[in-house]
């Protein structure tokens, strides 16, 4: 049991895995609430949609045409936000002058992705079964493999396990330039500045490795070398499954949870129980339970307030170029970070006190993770049919 | 002049403040969006509601009737978000188990108050005069200086300057704990959070130093040791007030400025161009001056997109209660962290590549004051009338 005091007083929580802390008020969800609502996506999507630019056969924005997939579709997103070739600039001014030290830049190159997870314009993650999930993830291990530095050790691993390419899919050419870092993500629902209905995630890949990530690198190193080279998350998933006070779900592979330190309402991680660093560490089974958790997630959540709920997620694992300590270090895990707190329409705003001063949460995550343990099984779209 | 090279590629500049990155993609403004519209905040309101709990004479939700107020008023939150009293938790297990290490908690009390800005309902920061929003900064600077602990250097500074109370305002108890920090912050408009359009502010105190003014003290006097006593932010605002390429507003004691690192579109900073630890700080004329500065920035961005613009802001200063050397360092700035990019109803979303990754922002802060300084001078309501 949690130490139960914890349900009753203001407190903070560390989160390890960042090196930060956040406030928790659980006293705080009885406050009425006259702001704003969000509009509930009750609307019913077709199949098909001639003017969604994701759908099989549409021209997109740029004139290009959608194959007629079949399973996920990858493109270069057409407004990417780093581009791949620019005017070289060579920022590091070591002058010592104030500018030097204060108005400090560096060049990023890098290469965006947009992946369809299905060809149906009204399928989302939560509507498809783990094996319709498995060929995402099987789109994003090949992705992540293209990118890989060719002397990692991870690229020795990936290449023993080749994965065909899905139909009407190319298989991913070798990027111009080493990428440091791929972020794999999704942004569901207008409420997470979604701009198409269209089931689909993106990729940013990078020659940074971008603040969370290194973040976390660093607290994930730092564990190894004070605990005699234990993993954090290895830790964690196991402290986790003992305790089974934050856990949601859990398959031979993975488990789901409510973090200790989760800082949105009904954040979520799910996160493999052993030591694996990327996507290329999973073989067919693990790739099997991690779309079984993915589908288990996404399910709970619609149907937790009888919504399309909405949430941002991402994938961290190892660097595509890294020292081997980082690839060592780095343990795979997906975050689920969604607004919503009492309803489908009232959701929890991490604004003033939360940008100024630390994170703070209304409900604890084991009042979380209790309520998304309970909201399991058949999807409730399914079962209003 | 900024490297114009800038304008045009993605690069990442870095935040000496926070000590973090930021990714700049300018040349991604051209993205059409078909994403959520933000309600444009048209409505007027009237200048007294029988139904706000905030206006002068009415009863708040917990049957506490207010003052008829004629400037500021100030409550204690009726849902604070930290309690005052609470059973005492003491959480720090130290047995070296796997809990000890990975589910860290600490007990947290404070005092959280309300400050409405004016008894009238309908006049934001942006409709008062710099003449009117004086005595709001004065009403924060009896707060902050009824909680600084007796024994700060600070302390004698305050003492030396009593400001005498506004009719219908106790003069503030010294609470019942030495509390460490004061958040000072302000949410406005709906899709900031703020759950009632009569203009008020928020003060979280709390025994602990919270993650961003932390984060933010850690490198100020990270750069006070490396830089033989030199303050960050008197360098920087030294450094900016030279270049004029940020600065969107200037009087003699404040710059309001678009900082180099900033994350929101319109993000701006208000920083006292000289050393000033707090508010007790300030003598009147530079209350003035600040009192001026905040009706600049305020009005400038209501004139932007001529809407009630939306935003976070919060003030930054020394800890009521911390080391000489934590006091020092401390250089009060304000910080306004507005949500809308491109009109009164596309805002930046801050989500998926953001929350797994980094920030990332379309226009360069170049742009953004550019734009900005553009548009002072008479609040465009006042023109339509
Ligand atoms: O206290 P309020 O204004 O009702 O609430 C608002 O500000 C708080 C402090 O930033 C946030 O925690 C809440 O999520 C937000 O809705
Ligand atoms: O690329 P999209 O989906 O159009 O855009 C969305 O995701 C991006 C990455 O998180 C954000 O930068 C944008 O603000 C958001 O609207």
Redesign the interface.
Known sequence: MP?S??D???????N?LRG??V???P??T???????QEASSKTTLPEYDPSCYLCPGNQR?QGDVNPKYEKTFVFVND?????EE??E?N?ENKDGS??S??????????KCYVITFSPSHNLTLADLTPTEIVPIIQTWTKLYTAHLNPKSPLAQVASATTIAPHSHEESFAAPNAQYR?M?I???KG???????PHPHG?V?T?T?L????SLELEQLKKYRRE?GGAN?LE??A??EATKQERVVFENGSFLALCP?WAVWPFEVMIVSKQHKRALVDFDDKEKEDLAEAIAEVTGRYDNLFETQFPY???L?QAPLDGTKEEIEASHFHM?F?PPLLRSATVRK?L???E??????RDITPEQAATRLRNCGGELYRRKLQ
């Not at 009753?8 to 560390?14: A, G, M, N, Q, T």
């Not at 009885?30 to 702001?35: E, F, I």
């Not at 940008?355 to 703070?360: C, K, N, S, V």
């Open positions: 130490e005091i914890l009753d007083i203001s407190h903070r929580r560390f390890p930060s802390w406030l928790v008020s006293h705080r009885k406050r009425p609430w006259q702001g704003q924005a407004y990417s936000a780093v581009k620019q005017e600039y920022s104030l500018s030290r204060l108005l400090r830049a560096e060049s990023v190159t890098g870092y972020q993500f999704e942004n207008a409420a997470m500045g979604c701009s198409n993106q940013w990078t940074s971008p603040e969370e990530p605990q954090l830790d964690y196991t402290l200790w941002s997620m991402g961290h975050h970070y705003f604004v003033g006190y940008m100024m001063a630390e994170p703070q």
